[in-house]
């Protein structure tokens, strides 16, 4: 599977972005997937999975109650609703995905990444 995002862009504080990660030849019901993020200068962050199995949804503290990941399996997407912006959200976004069923976001669980999108937060 090769995950692909969309829907960054430059936004001012406050405002909401929602990311797409869309992948075709594959079903992502099927997957774990997550939403990681990369700022310059900085680590890859997990910061938002949702299980194969359950559905079930984990955040990062830093975006609980802002952001919200979600799938639509008629789509074949996984979104991220992402609310109440800051400049500190700033950073390129990638979805990850793993076949197994799990409720982490460690980097090295997920096989399966896209190429990051830009999300840009101006104060």
């Known amino acids: 599977v090769k995950p692909v995002e969309s829907g960054g862009g430059l936004v001012q504080a406050g405002s909401s972005l929602r990311l797409s990660c869309a992948a075709s030849?594959?079903?992502?019901?099927?997957?774990?997937i997550a939403w990681f993020r990369q700022a310059p200068g900085k680590k890859r962050e997990g910061v938002a999975s949702?299980?194969?199995?359950?559905?079930?949804?984990h955040y990062a503290d830093s975006v609980k109650d802002r952001f919200t990941i979600s799938r639509d399996n008629a789509e074949n997407t996984v979104y991220l609703q992402m609310n109440s912006l800051k400049p500190e959200d700033t950073a390129v976004y990638y979805c990850?995905?793993?076949?197994?069923?799990?409720?982490?976001?460690?980097?090295?669980?997920?096989?399966?990444w896209g190429q990051g999108t830009q999300v840009t937060v101006s104060s």
């Open positions: 030849g594959a079903t992502l019901a099927l997957y774990t």
């Open positions: 949702i299980n194969n199995k359950d559905g079930e949804t």
């Open positions: 990850a995905a793993v076949s197994t069923s799990i409720y982490i976001l460690w980097e090295h669980e997920y096989d399966y």
